[in-house]
């Protein structure tokens, strides 16, 4: 939870600082704060627009190639029905990678992007 500061705030008719009482500060409403969360965590992480779509379908298909070796260690640990969804999140990854290949190729029939050498930008 974010901790309330207190701010020193100049009184306009006497020019002296003023503290805020703690129960005058408004307080965020509940829907407020979860909207203000989920936008900084969408927000974390951005892409330069400048990368061209063959380099991004390359790092997508390496991270995938990542999660699904993740997935399926994971998988191993667990047991019971906690071990198939586990499996299944490995399935779903191993999907996604293979769809992430096909479009990558039929972008890029060549392969002039070596898989595991992607160029670098800067």
Not at 15 to 35: C, N, Y
Not at 65 to 87: I, K, R
């Amino acid at each position: 939870m974010k901790k309330i500061t207190l701010h020193l705030v100049e009184n306009p008719a006497t020019s002296e600082p003023e503290t805020l009482d703690p129960t005058q500060v408004p307080q965020a409403t509940e829907r407020a704060v979860s909207a203000r969360r989920r936008n900084l965590n969408r927000n974390i992480f951005s892409v330069r627009p400048d990368v061209d779509t063959t380099t991004l379908l390359a790092h997508a298909s390496e991270t995938l190639a990542s999660l699904n070796v993740m997935t399926l260690d994971f998988a191993n640990q667990l047991e019971g029905s906690q071990h198939n969804v586990a499996l299944a999140l490995h399935q779903l990854t191993v999907l996604t990678e293979l769809l992430v290949n096909r479009a990558r190729d039929n972008i890029d029939p060549n392969g002039s992007v070596a898989v595991g050498k992607p160029p670098v930008f800067h």
